[in-house]
Nanobody
């Protein structure tokens, strides 16, 4: 069982930045695909950014491209989400998730963190 613990959420004004962190509980964290998801009130959970082990490729939702960056430090079992130029519509609970499958999506992640709240004020 892999436990994921997110941190770094908070309240930030529009245009500001935050960096979310997600620490995995296993030394084999580097073998997992990882992704950041978010869920706003009344909306479905969506993929924000993903980092695939196979090929090391990254994907971003169109709404965050150029503003958010996913990265990982395998030596620290940690994945980050750097969020810049934040907008009020980025307000949501952000979740870290991981899997061993070939793709990253809301329906096929094996492990989820508890989530961290990000609130962007206008």
């Amino acid at each position: 069982q892999v436990q994921l613990v997110e941190s770094g959420g908070g309240l930030v004004p529009a245009g500001g930045s935050l960096r979310l962190s997600c620490v995995g509980s296993v030394r084999t964290f580097w073998t997992l695909n990882v992704g950041w998801f978010r869920q706003a009130p009344g909306k479905e959970r969506e993929l924000v950014a993903g980092n695939r082990l196979y090929g090391g490729s990254t994907d971003y939702a169109d709404s965050v491209k150029g503003r958010f960056t996913i990265s990982r430090d395998n030596a620290k079992n940690t994945v980050y989400l750097q969020m810049n130029s934040l907008k009020p519509e980025d307000t949501a609970v952000y979740y870290c998730a991981a899997n061993r499958g070939p793709t990253i999506s809301t329906s096929n992640m094996d492990y989820w963190g508890q989530g961290t709240q990000v609130t962007v004020s206008s």
